[in-house]
C-alpha cells in the first residue's frame, strides 16, 4: 500500500472495513482512521500482536 496516496489507502480500508481480511506488506501501514483493526508481526515465523 505505500504507492498510494492517503485518499486511496483511506478508500480501500472503508472499503473493506465489514470484512475479515489479510492485507501483507513490507511496510507498517496507518490505521489511525479505522475503528477496530489487529495488526501481527511475523517475525522468525512467530507472529506477535503490534
Do not use: A, F, H, P
Not at 11 to 32: A, G, H, P, R, Y
Request: hydrophobic share 25%; glycine share 4%.
Amino acid at each position: 500500500m505505500s504507492e498510494l496516496d492517503s485518499k486511496r489507502k483511506e478508500n480501500i480500508l472503508n472499503t473493506i472495513k465489514d470484512n475479515q481480511v489479510i492485507i501483507t506488506c513490507t511496510d507498517k501501514i496507518s490505521l489511525e482512521n479505522t475503528e477496530e483493526n489487529t495488526v501481527y508481526k511475523i517475525e522468525n515465523g512467530k507472529k506477535n500482536k503490534g
